[in-house]
């Protein structure tokens, strides 16, 4: 739990405080980061989380229902980040796709809630219930998570530093987001050992969530190349990324 808690609360600190260090205009590598992360968030979903969703799962259609309900809560919460939370830049598109996300001006409020909506939801995917079985593996979606969360924190302060007019406003959003992922872990684990969350309704939040990944990683993965332009070196990264997720399945 400890391990658990270090991580989703000082990577994405980390990475958001990176944008005070780091320059963002030279970006190419930070693409391929999240073709990386991506890839491999969706590998370990479909060789993974989703094989043992069902496997546990009693009521197979329910939990399709929810995967699916997961990825359209997805799309909800996107349209109220734009896509911040799978990496988004303003100088990372092509200027006419910024030009389509300069249009709508989100508040940093509403930015944030969205994002701590579903880092909470990310943090609660971590909760072990014995009834998931020895082969969920928790330290591999945690290090999805991580990699996921790292450049998502990086892009919402990068975003936020333009939006508030200076770095230091932008700390206590930083804070709140980082803690956001850590607080759905303590809830979910406190509810499930309370027995106040049934089996039945953790695997329907897992299923929640990994609609959420399907969702965020081939959103990435898609966005990655402007126009659908085939790309050899991101189309090799990305499959290195579903490669670790194949490999951790079978490794662990």
């Known amino acids: 739990m400890t391990l658990k808690l270090l991580v989703l609360f000082f990577v994405p600190l980390l990475a958001g405080m990176l944008v005070f260090i780091v320059p963002t205009g030279k970006l190419r590598s930070y693409r391929l980061m999240l073709v990386f992360a991506g890839s491999y968030l969706f590998g370990l979903t479909v060789v993974h989380i989703l094989p043992e969703l069902y496997r546990t799962s009693s009521e197979l259609e329910l939990t399709g229902l929810f995967v699916l309900a997961g990825f359209f809560l997805q799309q909800l919460l996107e349209y109220l980040t734009s896509g911040i939370e799978h990496g988004h830049l303003p100088s990372v598109h092509d200027h006419a796709h910024h030009h389509n996300h300069q249009h709508r001006q989100i508040s940093a409020l509403v930015l944030l809630l969205a994002l701590c909506v579903h880092a909470f939801l990310e943090g609660a995917m971590l909760a072990q219930p014995a009834t998931m079985g020895f082969g969920y593996d928790v330290h591999a979606i945690l290090l999805g998570i991580a990699l996921h969360r790292a450049p998502a ?24 987001f980082s803690f956001a992922a850590p607080a759905g872990l303590l809830l979910a684990s406190y509810l499930a050992h309370q027995e106040l969350l049934t089996a039945s309704g953790l695997t329907w939040l897992y299923a929640l969530v990994s609609g959420n990944f399907l969702h965020i990683s081939t959103t990435i993965v898609f966005e990655s190349s402007p126009e659908h332009h085939f790309n050899a070196r991101k189309l090799a990264v990305a499959v290195l990324g579903a490669l670790l997720a194949v490999g951790v399945e079978y490794m662990m």
């Open 153 to 176: 924190a990086f892009a919402l302060i990068t975003v936020l530093v333009h939006q508030l007019h200076g770095k230091a406003r932008t700390l206590p959003y930083l804070f709140v």
